[in-house]
């Protein structure tokens, strides 16, 4: 097999969802007003060092996510530190089979499910090639370590337990059978790989309800700062509505962005000037059109589609308030997004959410025995008293600040040299490993328990 030289110049990369990849991944802002800040150390250099990243999708694929995002700015941070990065991926009709972009080879094979035999026939079949491997389990594993060579490291990524995800896709046999291979399978076959995940509450969900018995290394998802200010071409206030609810991401079964779109009908008689605004594209998208048809909510809620990043920005910083009514997330990307722009968000308190939403200081959390819309005026009252609404906004900027995806990909390559005996490596770390007794978080990282807010 034949491996291309790393290019160090710059390919544009296309969008993920409802956000484009630029061409270049900022410094991170300093946590307290974002400006300012110095180039933060990048990780060691692992030049030469093979990597494979084995992904479900690839970022530009119809139903890319979070997941593709993390993947692909974690392959990219690995390239330009020397890795030589293939990643492995399904293919749609119109893509390549193979193709270089910023210096990392994308393969493409199969499709939503064929991928998973093909994949292993290949890595089976280039086995010596790879020194280490990322296996991202998005529900169903790869099982990569079974046919990789013994001393090719192997590093597991698990965004988040799918658990009873699997209901909203299949009938109740194939259901189950997900539930076990994620849990019984997944835990016994990487019980001696590390094993990376983005929050907190993902790593304990994966200890209590999938058994997992290898270490677990959080990194978190990073981000790209967000404007300072409304934009110069921000909609005007009638236009954006007044209150203005938004809703960023995948229109996706699991998302519930129905919820989202329902608050204009609900919230009618409270606040007649309230529109909803939906940002992203997806499978979901016609049933949404339908029920908002049905519910005659056309002239208050607004399908926006895929926006490019400029387009779509100008809208969610013109928002008061970000909403998602999602029940499986590994961390909130959404959600550090609007933050980057000032924007609060309601969300409910589940894995995942409850870490990237300071409950009380960045946004507010749907607790047990509470409604999303009850929830959400709470919210809006609260942000229309001009110095809370400020206050907000200042919490949500500093916040976002500390996730960017340099620090990201900088722990990830700290990580990759560990595994690999480099220099530059950083000792393990489990607090909920046997005998660890404090809690243990990401550099810049607030060392807080989930959905509480900061102590000034």
Known sequence: MVFPKVHRARQGAGPVAATAIPAAVHAPAAAGDGAGAAPADPGPRLDGVRLVMVNWRDPWQSTAGGAEEYAWRISRHLAERGAIVTF????????????????????????????????????????????????????????????????????????????????????????????????????????????????????????????????????????????????????ARAEIGDPAVVSLGRLVVQKRVYQVADLAHQLRDEHPGLKVHIIGRGPEGEHLEE?????????????????????????????????????FEGWGLTVIEAARLGVPTVAYDVDGLRDSVRDGETGWL???????????????????????????????????????????????????????????GTKPHDPSAPGASEAHAAPGAPHTPPGRKTTR
């Open 88 to 235: 492995l991926t399904s293919r749609e009709p119109h893509q390549a089979r193979v193709e270089t972009r910023d210096g990392v080879v994308i393969r493409r094979m199969g499709g939503r499910f064929t991928v998973y035999p093909r994949v292993l026939a290949w890595l089976a079949l280039w086995r010596r090639e790879y020194q280490l491997a990322f296996d991202c389990m998005n529900g169903i594993p790869f099982l990569s370590r079974l046919v990789l060579r013994r001393r090719t490291r192997v590093v597991s990524v698990v965004h988040h337990v799918h658990d009873l995800q699997f209901n909203a896709y299949f009938p109740r046999p194939l259901a189950w059978l997900g539930r076990f291979v994620e849990s019984s399978v997944a835990s016994r076959v990487y019980r001696r790989c590390t094993t990376v995940t983005v929050s907190e509450s993902s790593r304990r969900a994966m200890r209590d309800k999938l058994g997992w018995r290898a270490p677990i290394e959080i990194i978190h998802n990073g981000g790209l700062p967000g404007e300072r200010r409304p934009l110069d071409d921000a909609p």
């Open 366 to 424: 749907v607790r047990e025995g509470e409604e999303l819309p009850d929830v959400v005026v709470r919210a809006l009252r609260e942000l229309s008293d001009p110095r809370r609404a400020e206050a907000v906004r200042r919490a949500c900027r500093a916040w976002a600040s500390r996730f960017t995806w340099e620090a990201s990909g900088a722990r990830m390559a700290r990580l990759v040299a560990r595994e690999l005996d480099l220099p530059g």
């Open 291 to 327: 029920r908002i048809a049905r519910e005659g909510t056309g002239d208050r809620v607004v399908l926006h589609g895929f926006l490019p990043e400029e387009d779509k920005n100008s809208v969610l910083a013109a928002c008061h308030l970000h909403v998602t009514a999602s029940l």
